[in-house]
């Protein structure tokens, strides 16, 4: 396995594009448009620039890296020599099962499909596909060059040899695979998402201002990031559409969205994306400011 095509060019996919790269594969990053590749290639760069001034790279790796890269914004082209495929379009049930469906009219027969989906059914996923067996959840973490977790979903038809392999290759890039089953949120979101929500209530609540709710997560349970900073960094539509995914696999009540996440979505307040959620967020600052909505709430 050595031809690896990526679709989605976002923060986790040009990370996974960078990850591959670094580690000698070849990469086709595909995304609908070229100003879109073109943002993340810049992105890889600047990311390759920041691990050359920390040493862990050198000129010639970054060099490399960027050399093993490719981008198209055709998917057929694209996908048509791929061993593996790694999607990493939006968190949208409709969007990847269309694109399964259509990965599965124009891959080669043996490729393996891998799904970056959070929280969606990789089983659900598959059946879109006439290759079932060859589906998998290859759930990076963000940012994907530095984090070591992939947790590996299998769903119900998931071969032991698919599962086998992207365990291996999974190692291979220096990470650290998880198998797991297939269910709403899988490991990570499931135990994740329930206590971002309830940091949310907390807020919504008047218990505790957004600092300080921060703090004592960071302060009292070790966390290195605050559950509503976590939450921007993430993306809060992402958190609502994996919550919405839990309510509606569980039905249970414990799932649901905080009425504040719902209506700051809607607001279009999505975090550190579009420049506010909890906190707001300026180009080139380091330094975390309340948003002025919660500012001396508590």
Do not use: W
Not at 138 to 167: C, D, S
Not at 212 to 241: R, S, Y
Not at 242 to 257: D, E, R, S, T
């Amino acid at each position: 396995m050595k031809n690896i095509t990526v679709i989605g060019s976002g923060t986790m996919g040009n990370g996974i594009a960078h990850t591959f790269a670094q580690h000698g594969f070849t990469v086709v990053l595909v995304d609908i448009n070229e100003e879109a590749l073109n943002r993340a290639i810049q992105t890889i760069t600047a990311n390759l620039d920041r691990q050359l001034k920390k040493g862990a790279i050198d000129e010639q790796l970054k060099t490399s890296t960027l050399a093993n890269i490719t981008t198209l914004t055709n998917l057929e082209t694209a996908v048509k020599n791929a061993d593996l495929v790694v999607e990493a379009a939006t968190e949208n049930r409709e969007i990847k099962l269309n694109l399964f469906k259509q990965l599965s009219g124009c891959c080669k027969e043996d490729a393996i499909l891998a799904s970056n989906t959070s929280s969606i059914s990789i089983t659900e996923i598959a059946a879109a596909t006439k290759t079932p067996g060859n589906v998998i959840g290859m759930h990076f973490m963000n940012p994907v060059p530095m984090m070591k977790l992939v947790e590996v979903i299998r769903g119900y038809a998931t071969t032991n040899a698919v599962t086998q392999t992207i365990m291996e290759l999974a190692r291979v890039l220096d990470k650290s695979p998880v198998e797991v089953n297939d269910y709403p949120g899988f490991v990570a979101n499931r135990i994740l998402m329930p206590m971002i929500n309830e940091a949310i209530y907390t807020l919504h609540e008047g218990v505790a201002g957004v600092e300080e709710i921060d703090t004592v997560m960071k302060l009292g349970m070790a966390h290195p990031m605050g559950p509503l900073q976590l939450a921007d960094f993430i993306g809060l539509d992402v958190c609502l559409a994996i919550l919405n995914v839990l309510y509606n696999g569980f039905g249970n009540q414990k799932y649901a969205p905080c009425p504040l996440l719902v209506n700051m979505v809607m607001a279009g307040h999505k975090g550190i994306k579009s420049g506010s959620g909890f906190y707001k967020y300026t180009a080139g600052s380091r330094e975390l400011v309340v948003a002025e909505k919660f500012i001396g709430r508590a």
